[in-house]
Nanobody, 115 residues
Framework: QVQLVESGGGLVQPGGSLRLSCAASGISFSDYTMDWYRQAPGKQRESIAFISSVGNTHYADSVKGRFTCSRDNAKNTVYLQMNSLRPEDTAVYYC?????????WGQGTQVTVSS
């Protein structure tokens, strides 16, 4: 059974930082591209970052320079370091594991940026 479990969300003030984690089980983690998505209230889910199986990363313009995606294949975990957070970063953040036509999703973790 495949499971992706996100953690690390919470309430943070503007300008603050959070690190999200996504722990995977039931897959050959190192073979998968790991994606981070977010969905703000009333908006569509958007892709914000991914890290390939070989460690290549890509970021949406909205988070480039502020967010960093990394992975630890020994721990089957992908991370999203989020710095300089803004109120518009408030959303539910999801991780996804993809390879070919297959994709698995976590349940999401809430990030709220507010003073």
């Amino acid at each position: 059974q495949v499971q992706l479990v996100e953690s690390g969300g919470g309430l943070v003030q503007p300008g603050g930082s959070l690190r999200l984690s996504c722990a995977a089980s039931g897959i050959s983690f190192s073979d998968y591209t790991m994606d981070w998505y977010r969905q703000a209230p009333g908006k569509q889910r958007e892709s914000i970052a991914f890290i390939s199986s070989v460690g290549n990363t890509h970021y949406a313009d909205s988070v480039k320079g502020r967010f960093t995606c990394s992975r630890d294949n020994a721990k089957n975990t992908v991370y999203l370091q989020m710095n300089s957070l803004r109120p518009e970063d408030t959303a539910v953040y999801y991780c996804s594991a993809g390879i070919g036509p297959r994709a698995y999703w976590g349940q999401g973790t809430q990030v709220t940026v507010s003073s």
